[in-house]
């Protein structure tokens, strides 16, 4: 009889050592992770100050940008002064250089703006000229007298020669009847600098009229050269954004 009742101890014995065993091995529970520190009394989320920004106000189209799409035949600037002195022709020799300035830097501005691809630069309109045999039309010495700054603001019909002069040079340009015609560059000594300004007229070469006839005003800049470019970057900028 003591015999089985040890048995039986001894039974319960390696029963218990063996859950012991098996509990030991099992999963172990996930650890505990602490959780995230409370904002500060009065501060914002990020995500909620991002969503209270107002969005950016939408930018203005460009005044000129409808001829951005079109054909345009861009002429040279047809004459030049600078301070109080009388104006220079762009086909005469005191004239040409300061003339060929602004042309280089229009041309530059226009190119950067991607212009090229539809509108007829200085350069090319020129060598179209060369090719115009008839008249020998000099594209720098157009007839401007009817685009004088006294120019009466209803006045949009083009005097005569100048209508047939740029027919003449257009019609050699593939699908152009639009044209950028700088008539007059001067450049003002300022304080602290000089400032330039242009006068240019947008025209309809098949119908002879003035579509548009802006004057545009640079910033004052520490040169002529510089101030050239503010003038000519301003319109370039009314046509299309780099």
Same mark, same amino acid.
């Given at each position: 009889?003591?015999?089985?009742?040890?048995?039986?101890?001894?039974?319960?014995?390696?029963?218990?050592?063996?859950?012991?065993?098996?509990?030991?091995?099992?999963? @172990?529970?996930?650890?505990?992770?602490? !959780?995230?520190?409370?904002?500060?009394?009065?501060?914002?989320?990020?995500?909620?100050?991002?969503?209270?920004?107002?969005?950016?106000?939408? @930018?203005?189209?460009?005044? #000129?940008?409808?001829?951005?799409?079109?054909?345009? /035949?861009? #002429?040279?600037?047809?004459?030049?002064?600078?301070?109080?002195?009388?104006?220079?022709?762009?086909?005469?020799? +005191?004239?040409?250089?300061?003339?060929?300035?602004?042309?280089?830097?229009?041309?530059?501005?226009?190119?950067? %703006?991607?212009? $090229?691809?539809?509108?007829?630069? +200085? !350069?090319?309109?020129?060598? /179209?000229?060369?090719?115009?045999?008839?008249?020998? +039309?000099?594209?720098?010495?157009?007839?401007?007298?009817?685009?004088?700054?006294?120019?009466?603001?209803?006045?949009?019909?083009?005097?005569?020669?100048?209508?047939?002069?740029? %027919?003449?040079?257009?019609?050699?340009?593939?699908?152009?009847?639009?044209?950028?015609? !700088?008539?007059?560059?001067?450049?003002?000594?300022?304080?602290?600098?000089?400032?330039? +300004?242009?006068?240019?007229?947008?025209?309809?070469?098949?119908?002879?009229?003035?579509?548009? #006839? !802006?004057?545009?005003?640079?910033?004052?800049?520490?040169? $002529?050269?510089?101030?050239?470019?503010?003038?000519?970057? %301003? #319109?370039?900028?009314?046509?299309?954004?780099?």
């Amino acid at each position: 009889m003591s015999l089985l009742l040890h048995s039986r101890r001894h039974v319960r014995v390696l029963l218990a050592t063996a859950a012991v065993g098996l509990a030991a091995c099992g999963p @172990k529970p996930a650890p505990q992770t602490a !959780p995230p520190p409370a904002p500060a009394v009065g501060a914002e989320p990020p995500a909620a100050s991002a969503m209270a920004a107002p969005p950016a106000a939408p @930018k203005a189209a460009p005044v #000129f940008g409808a001829y951005a799409s079109r054909v345009v /035949v861009v #002429f040279p600037l047809q004459r030049y002064a600078v301070g109080d002195s009388g104006w220079l022709s762009a086909a005469g020799a +005191t004239g040409r250089p300061r003339a060929a300035l602004v042309d280089s830097v229009l041309t530059a501005a226009l190119r950067e %703006r991607g212009l $090229e691809t539809l509108w007829s630069l +200085t !350069p090319n309109t020129s060598r /179209v000229a060369q090719r115009e045999v008839m008249n020998r +039309t000099d594209p720098r010495a157009l007839s401007i007298v009817g685009l004088s700054p006294g120019r009466r603001p209803n006045d949009i019909d083009l005097r005569e020669p100048l209508g047939s002069q740029l %027919r003449a040079i257009i019609a050699m340009v593939a699908e152009s009847r639009m044209v950028l015609l !700088p008539v007059e560059g001067r450049v003002a000594i300022a304080a602290g600098g000089r400032q330039a +300004t242009l006068r240019l007229a947008l025209i309809d070469g098949r119908l002879s009229r003035v579509v548009s #006839f !802006p004057d545009v005003t640079g910033a004052i800049a520490v040169d $002529e050269r510089a101030a050239v470019q503010s003038a000519v970057e %301003r #319109f370039a900028d009314m046509v299309a954004v780099p």
